[in-house]
């Protein structure tokens, strides 16, 4: 069965950027589309974008001007980034295979 | 981009009750492709349903989910103590993918 495991930084200070990976245990990385998906404390799910296995995306278009997704085969792991963050991207992010298999998610808090 | 809409807002039940919850979309779901989550506070969703009425492995036979088009439903037959939670429907057949709102199902 396979795991995803979100990790990185907790604290992100406005402005800069967010980086984040997702490994991936129990399954190869090099099938599929892998998603991110972010939640902002007590509120709803928003999809950020699905990156595939040869690395072709597609993001969210509230979002496109700032996130980039990637895969790295090699080592069986998915990256987000995201720029010029604000307050309002306080969130718990979520990888995913598809719409599938959830990670835990990590909180990431934009705050100085 | 499709919005999903999802009622009601709040399901207050009792265990044995069965539970109907609705989501409705904007603009017709190509292919079905309606998956429901359940999500509980501190966990990441957990996939119920996808294209609209296929459970999930794993998933007992109380949950069923219909639909096509632009109406959905998600049927908890008999509430079990553990289903209480909030549930999200999500699109994934065009891009944008979206999810609704969320129905929370809490105890009465």
């Known amino acids: 069965q396979v795991e995803l495991q979100e990790s990185g930084p907790g604290l992100v200070k406005p402005s800069e950027t967010l980086s984040l990976t997702c490994t991936v245990s129990g399954g190869s990385i090099s099938s599929y589309y892998w998603s991110w998906i972010r939640q902002p404390p007590g509120k709803g799910l928003e999809w950020i974008g699905y990156?595939?296995?040869?690395?072709?995306?597609n993001y969210n278009p509230s979002l496109k001007s700032r996130v980039t997704l990637s895969v790295d085969t090699s080592n069986n792991q998915l990256s987000l980034k995201l720029t010029s963050v604000t307050a309002a991207d306080t969130a718990v992010y979520y990888c995913a295979r598809g719409f599938t298999d959830w990670g835990q998610g990590t909180l990431v808090t934009v705050s100085s | 981009e499709i919005v999903l809409t999802q009622s009601p807002g709040t399901l207050s039940l009792s265990p044995g009750e069965r539970a109907i919850l609705s989501c409705r979309a904007s603009q017709s779901v190509s292919s079905n492709y309606l998956a429901w989550y359940q999500q509980k506070p501190g966990q990441a969703p957990r996939l119920l349903i996808y294209?609209?009425?296929s459970r999930a492995i794993g998933i007992p036979d109380r949950f069923s989910g219909r639909g096509s088009g632009t109406d959905f439903t998600l049927t908890i037959s008999r509430l079990e103590p553990e289903d209480f939670g909030v549930y999200y429907c999500h699109h994934y057949g065009s891009s944008p993918w979206t999810f609704g709102q969320g129905t929370k199902v809490e105890i009465k």
């Open positions: 990156v595939s296995n040869s690395g072709s995306t």
């Open positions: 294209s609209a009425s």
